[in-house]
């Protein structure tokens, strides 16, 4: 659903592009704060879970690549929105498909530059925040078991698709470039992303299911869901009244509180991480489809895809994923898929690092002043 330059106009473009910039910049600011508790209620250490971050932006980067097909001569792929959200929390989520939009756009020629704003906000905040805000109302509601939050993670990325193409479609209706019925691209754009979702529900689902089978504490949507029950039992049991907590679940691992939990190692979990991602983009990508997808199908069916214009990086050495006087196409899009990864994690990881460095280095300013009081014994 990457929208090319053209088909936005300029005053709308721009209004999406101060969008955008608003959200990134809340996104920052609570990115901090979930990078931290994260950290604390995993026992990773506050140092790992950057790391973590930048590589669900990879993994989101390769696993766009693998367009399935989802009918005659239409494809789809990954928007990654909800998996983000539900994998590092909504803010770190913008921020993640955020970066894997710039690092399209400039490096692959992918998504217009001028339209940088509208491909921020359709597929990086709208479907974060329908996809999150629906997971969240599921998992309450839910019974409390691991099965629950991978059905609420299916059914959030299914809706946060369609979603974006009925954002796409508002924000065509405020700025498109074509003499195109609105009801004609609404029609279209939800038809074929309502097939889409359920891709997309899929990869989410098996994803986040994976995760919480091997390391449920690395979950961020998790976070909150494995505390054991609580149970008042009868005078005889227990005279005092006090609650007695019930043995988890077979399928449910105990709650350690957070100062208790041991520091474990994700380095097996990020390794499997990043080989998938390599997997995806440097292999599996060649057998993708090579339909258009979504959007490109109802550009052309409709007439839009006319007024698209030239990419500014189109003569990039990667642009159309293809590496540049490399003649055969495996190679070619294989080791481009390799470079995305590589570039989208060191540029999400870069900037996962500098925001937890700036909410350590907040914490400890905040402490220093309290650490100075003289305590009553030194009075």
Sequence with gaps: MHVPDGFINAPVSVATGAVAAAAVAVSLRGARRELAGAAQGSGTGAERTAPLAGLVAAFIFAVQMLNFPVAAGTSGHLLGGALAAILVGPYTGVLCVSVVLLMQGVLFADGGLTALGVNITDMAIV????????????????????????????????????????????????????????GKVFAAMVGVHVLIGIGEAAITALTVGAVIAVRPDLVYGARGLTAPLELRTSPLAAPDGEPVAAPAPA????????????????????????????????????????????????????????KAKDHAAKDSPLADYSVKDITDPRLAGGLAGVIGVGATLAAGTGVFVVLRRRRSDAAGEAAAPAAERPTPEQV
């Design 127 to 182: 479907t974060t925040v329908v996809a999150y805000a629906l997971f969240r109302g599921l998992v309450k509601v839910l019974p409390r078991r691991r099965r629950s939050i991978t059905v609420a993670s299916f059914v959030a990325a299914l809706v946060s698709v369609p979603a974006a193409a009925v954002a796409f479609t508002g924000l065509y209706a405020l700025g498109g470039t074509a003499d195109v019925p609105i």
């Design 251 to 306: 399928d449910e691992p105990a709650a350690v509180p957070a100062a208790a939990a041991p520091r474990r190692s994700v380095r097996r979990v990020w390794l499997a991480g990043l080989a998938a991602a390599l997997v995806c983009a440097g292999g599996l990508s060649y057998y993708a489809s090579a339909s258009p997808d979504g959007l490109e199908k109802v550009a052309q069916d409709q007439g839009i895809a006319a």
